[in-house]
């Protein structure tokens, strides 16, 4: 079992920076890849990022490259997501999640463990 609880989601205005953490607990948090994905209204649950178990792979979905930045602190046991140059389509819950198996996917359903989700929103 893995519990994951996501913090730092907030308004800010366009252009403007947030950075979310995601805290792991429950397994050894060194042996498995980490993903964030986000959901807007209305819409699916899409990736965003991903990070292998080392830190030493990161994988970002087109739309963010440039502006985002995961990163893990296995010390911590702690996941990042800083984001820049934030836009008004950036807004969403956003979910962490962990891969148990893999070294870290777009694929939402390799995902064995969820958190429960931090809104972010972006005002233009």
Known sequence: QVQL???GGGLVQAGGSLRLS???SGRTFSSYAMGW???APGKERDFVAA???SGSSTYYTDSVK???TISRD???NTV???MNKLKP???AVYYCAADLWGLGSNNRDVYDYWGKGTQVTVSS
């Open 22 to 24: 995601c805290a792991a």
């Open 80 to 82: 990042y997501l800083q």
């Open 37 to 39: 994905f986000r959901q």
């Open 5 to 7: 609880v996501e913090s």
């Open 74 to 76: 296995n010390a911590k």
């Open 66 to 68: 440039g502006r985002f």
């Open 51 to 53: 990070i292998s178990w």
């Open 89 to 91: 389509e950036d807004t």
